[in-house]
């Protein structure tokens, strides 16, 4: 059930995370005294920290949903796999008890002669 959101979103992450990165590249408001520059500098310093960290968690992240989205794809061939096994298991299962009851059957008549 989790995995059916997940198909849906992941490929849609990469661009999710595109469409963030310009909220962190707004220009401050006009500077008014020395003391006001000398925070703002700490300020812009700090912005400039953060929209890096927001660039790699960005990269992470679109790494992260590719390499999700090739896991998905695994999970789903390998469960299109699996419940072709169980089919072709059932019917062989059908098949034997079917031989066995014949077998039963054929074997009580033999033994009412």
Do not use: C, H
């Not at 707004?26 to 700090?46: F, I, K, M, S």
């Amino acid at each position: 059930m989790a995995a059916g959101w997940i198909t849906v979103v992941a490929p849609y992450l990469p661009e999710i995370v595109r469409l963030a990165r310009p909220i962190f590249t707004r220009t401050p408001p006009p500077l008014v005294d020395l003391g006001q520059q000398r925070r703002n500098d700490v300020v812009d310093a700090q912005i400039v920290e953060l929209q890096d960290a927001a660039s790699q968690n960005a990269d992470s992240i679109g790494k992260l949903a590719a390499d999700m989205q090739k896991t998905i794809e695994a999970l789903q061939l390998a469960s299109v796999r699996a419940e072709t096994r169980l089919v072709r298991a059932q019917a062989l299962a059908l098949v034997a008890t079917t031989i066995a009851a014949l077998a039963f059957g054929l074997a009580a008549w033999a033994l009412t002669r």
